[in-house]
């Protein structure tokens, strides 16, 4: 089918309709649009912005772009807002064809990362979109979900659940002298189990559990678990991450902590918990990014080698 994408900011009649048409599907007081709208016309920095898709001069569907779309996590801006496409006119690539021209339009105004508040699962990943954290919106009473569209980085790493295949490459890495990173609870010795026991470990998760590792030219240089509790435990789940102290730097961690969060939301997990040691700034300021939040300190948890440091606990609220 054929319809135009169009920037408001190039048809300035066209704000009034606009703003209406907002305001006709989402509810959010016209003025709210039409004051939005204005700014957008005036052209005094790249946000906000919207677009509208029309047909036969008929507008069906829209998309807009603003510094906050009602949550507490402000530094995560700009943020896509308010995609909406006529029900009728649905299913025929125009959501697509909407968000893909607001991030080129943004993009060519010098921003390259946008962020998208949904409660969606499985929609906005077909389009280039992937999940980040979890957020609270302004007076709502249940976490919503954040989703992230960045530039694409060629890192040569890989993602994927681990396999029993996988469990003595894993084994070698959570060795801190073979891994690489000394930020691991279990000491210089490794994980207390045998490459036998990884196996059947990795064979028997469900249900909720699962380990991811991340591989760069075949080798392990990071690995996430997720081990969710049954229903009567709160649904409450525990997440690690392990990377390489070479790839620190390389935004592997964030993407399995992601990966980790979101499964664990659609496991139907309500709360998260991690631990990490006292000292790691970097491994607390990462939980932070994605929602977590410290609770307390937990004196002396990390036993490794002779000595005890502390770690904090953080937990994430999902719903």
């Avoid at 990014?289 to 609770?295: A, L, T, W």
Wanted: net charge negative; hydrophobic share 40%; with cysteine.
């Amino acid at each position: 089918m054929r319809f135009d994408i169009i920037r408001i900011a190039d048809r300035p009649d066209m704000a009034e309709r606009t703003a209406q048409w907002f305001h006709s599907k989402w509810g959010i007081p016209l003025e709210a649009y039409a004051e939005s709208i204005t700014d957008c016309i005036r052209g005094d920095a790249p946000v906000p912005q919207w677009y509208a898709a029309v047909q036969d001069g008929v507008i069906i569907g829209g998309v807009g772009v603003i510094e906050n779309d009602f949550h507490n996590r402000r530094e995560l801006a700009p943020n896509v807002c308010a995609l909406y496409v006529n029900e009728d006119m649905r299913c025929r690539g125009i959501a697509g064809a909407l968000l893909d021209f607001a991030c080129g339009d943004m993009e060519k105004q010098g921003i390259d990362t946008l962020y998208l508040l949904t409660d969606h699962t499985l929609f906005y990943e077909r389009y280039g979109w992937e999940f980040f954290c979890m957020v609270q919106g302004n007076g709502e009473p249940h976490m919503s979900r954040m989703y992230i569209r960045r530039p694409v980085r060629d890192t040569g790493v890989t993602i994927a659940r681990a396999v029993p295949e996988d469990a003595g490459a894993i084994l070698a890495f959570l060795r801190c002298a073979e891994g690489g990173t000394d930020r691991l609870s279990f000491g210089a010795k490794g994980m207390p189990l045998s490459v036998e026991a990884m196996a059947e470990s990795i064979a028997a998760m469900g249900d909720g559990s699962l380990m991811l590792v991340a591989k760069k030219d075949g080798e392990i240089v990071a690995n996430a678990s997720l081990a969710c509790l049954p229903h009567r435990a709160c649904r409450r789940g525990e997440v690690s991450v392990a990377v390489a102290r070479e790839r620190l730097d390389c935004g592997i961690g964030g993407m399995l902590l992601s990966r980790l969060v979101d499964l664990a939301y659609q496991s139907g997990c309500h709360i998260l918990d991690a631990t990490v040691r006292s000292d790691d700034a970097a491994a607390i300021r990462l939980c932070e990014q994605h929602g977590f939040r410290q609770m307390f300190t937990r004196p002396g948890y990390f036993n490794i080698g002779d000595t005890n440091i502390d770690g904090e606990y953080m937990c994430l609220r999902m719903r």
